[in-house]
């Protein structure tokens, strides 16, 4: 069974309870990595949503994923990705994401950023709620433990269908907490 903590509550913005010492997890070539950021959305996943890495609106970096339902009116527009790959069963993680809201003409948009215990339909563990009035990046952070009995993906998801408007990504980090 999963188990959720988080300092200052679900989706806090602040620090994150972790040191620098354990290896940074996530190393996916693309634009929301630390380490390895590049211009790319390499083993992301898109349903209903124009998805793209771009260059004008970054957190004091290069690149930064957006990811919008402005020209794709489809109903729960969403990305994941798949964190399995990189997490071990019974370990605790640390997981942390930048992010805000793409305003556009019109939008009156809300977004959520979860992790799934289920591919990308439980949304278990809600990381950030945000709207279309956050304009600057702050940082979501959540810790949880590992059960691999379940596919575990990282989602940002529109929160109804009527929203519009979009959602900036950038600075994923995935690291062991430390014991």
Request: aromatic share 8%.
């Amino acid at each position: 069974m999963s188990t959720l903590s988080s300092a200052g509550g679900l989706g806090a913005v602040g620090a994150i309870s972790r040191t620098d010492q354990n290896p940074e997890l996530f190393v996916n070539a693309d634009a929301v990595s630390i380490e390895t950021e590049t211009d790319a959305t390499t083993n992301w996943t898109a349903t209903g949503s124009t998805f793209s890495s771009q260059q004008s609106v970054v957190d004091g970096s290069t690149n930064a994923f957006l990811v919008e339902t402005n020209t794709t009116p489809t109903s729960i527009g969403r990305c994941s990705f798949e964190l399995n790959t990189i997490l071990t069963d019974g370990v605790s993680y640390d997981l942390s994401i930048r992010a805000r809201a793409h305003q556009t003409a019109g939008a009156t948009g809300a977004w959520k950023i979860y992790l799934s215990s289920n591919g990308e339909t439980a949304n278990n563990f809600q990381i950030a709620g945000i709207n279309d009035t956050l304009l600057t990046f702050a940082t979501y952070t959540l810790t949880f433990t590992h059960d691999d009995t379940n596919t575990r993906k990282l989602v940002a998801i529109e929160a109804n269908p009527e929203n519009d408007g979009g959602l900036y990504l950038d600075k994923l980090s995935v690291r062991a907490t430390v014991v």
